[in-house]
Each structure stands twice: as structure tokens, then as C-alpha cells.
């Protein structure tokens, strides 16, 4: 029983040094069980600050995780684009390779 709430306080801890070094990089995050969603809120025109964003946030995290021998799987890392049909039309999937 005591394993099990060492293993609960850390992990609380590990989602709160995420959660830091994804605020630092001007993003915002949900956690789940164990599974995480970062996320920008951004204009269309300003899609380049976002993937930027993004990208570097992605990379910190990944770096904190290595330090903590775990890692991103990136079978299941995905960037999904969410809004009106209006504003998706002007973001193209070249934007983010």
C-alpha cells in the first residue's frame, strides 16, 4: 500500500514539473491516466508561433521524460488542428512538416 502512494506522489510531482516546462513554453496542457494533451490557442495567420510553440514544448518535454527514463511513443503523437472550416482552410499540412 505505501509503494502504491510513492508511485502516486510521484507521479503527481513528474505532471507538475511538465506542467512548468509546458507553461514556460506558452502552451497549456490536460492530463489523463497516462496520457497528456498540450495545446495552443492561436489565430490561423499566427500558425508558424504555433507549431513553433509546439515543437519546442514537445522537445522539453521529451528531454525531461529521457532524464526520468521515459519516453514519448511516437506511434501515438499527433497534432490535430481544430476549428471553423474557415480559418482550417488556411493552414495546409506543409505548415508543420
Known sequence: ML????NKHSMVRRRLCDLH????????????ADDGQLYVNSLAADKDDAINCLQACVAAVEQAMKSNRLRLNPQKTQLIWLGSQ?????????DIC
Open 3 to 6: 509503494q502504491a502512494v510513492t
Open 21 to 32: 516546462i509546458i507553461v514556460s513554453h506558452g502552451a497549456s496542457a490536460h492530463f489523463y
Open 86 to 94: 474557415q480559418q482550417l482552410d488556411k493552414v495546409t499540412t506543409t
